[in-house]
């Protein structure tokens, strides 16, 4: 990673997040960049010493930029992307309503369908100190094992990923009882472990349901060492459109990785 972007409103949630951001960047040695959109009837010096106060509450050994502009979310994070080359974009939310407004708002919806960046959600009541720890050291890849396009999609994950203490990674696949995978599932599964390895030590997991949110609900509610869930949006963002993803929300205390299978 070489560029973080973290959109903040000053919210508890979006403060949150950036602190979140904060941290993967030193570790990454990456620069962030903290951006406040102004909208109509805001006030714009406050928004600036709002700024120049997180900066000064990071310290010297973090690359830390501000950006300041004026519009609306959408159209404005889209000219800073396309400016900046963000490899990943980092984002707070607060409660399942916030994860809601993040992932199936209409405005970051089309952010997210109309670009690759990698979107990582922090929950407000997600702290750094956790996500790194030990005993949340396992990574959840929730997949359908449909063969990925693009083979650089999973890197930003595993990047992620090798910031945490000894972290493994578990592959997830929901499929129906008596069920069995087709010869090309297999092979993706497969490779999607192959990924990790050697450096990240990988695991396949099988829940058998009927519902594929079920299946990945009970998982987590019986695995407490969870510190990180990953999914990957296709074709434009349609996975986030679709009821999986927007149903994660009932579990926003996991921070979330959305990834992009696909190029502009």
Not at 15 to 44: C, D, P, W, Y
Not at 63 to 69: D, G, P, Q
């Amino acid at each position: 990673m070489k560029t973080i972007i973290a959109p903040v409103d000053f919210s508890d949630a979006s403060t949150n997040a950036l602190a979140f951001a904060a941290e993967l960047s030193k570790r990454a040695s990456a620069r962030l960049i903290a951006v406040n959109i102004v909208q109509k009837g805001e006030v714009e010096e406050e928004a600036k010493s709002k700024l120049s106060d997180l900066k000064k509450s990071f310290g010297p050994d973090l690359k830390f930029e501000s950006l300041l502009v004026h519009g609306n979310l959408v159209p404005a994070l889209k000219k800073i992307i396309a400016l900046e080359q963000p490899d990943l974009i980092v984002m707070g939310t607060k409660g399942a309503s916030g994860l809601k407004r993040i992932l199936i708002g209409s405005n970051t919806v089309k952010v997210i369908a109309k670009t690759t960046v990698p979107i990582l959600v922090i929950p407000e009541v997600a702290r750094f100190k956790n996500f790194i720890k030990k005993g949340k050291n396992r990574i959840v890849l929730a997949t359908d094992l449909d063969s990925l396009k693009n083979d650089d999609a999973l890197d930003i994950l595993k990047e992620i990923a090798l910031l945490i203490i000894q972290p493994k990674v578990r592959v997830l696949s929901v499929r129906r009882k008596n069920s069995s995978l087709t010869f090309m599932k297999r092979m993706e599964r497969d490779a999607l472990l192959s990924r990790f390895t050697p450096e990240i030590e990988s695991e396949r997991i099988t829940i058998f349901s009927s519902n594929v949110m079920n299946g990945i609900k009970f998982y987590l509610n019986k695995n407490t060492d969870t510190g990180l869930i990953a999914m990957i949006a296709r074709d434009s963002g349609q996975l986030i459109q679709k009821h999986y993803t927007r149903e994660m929300a009932s579990h926003t205390h996991f921070p979330l990785l959305v990834l992009h299978d696909g190029k502009n």
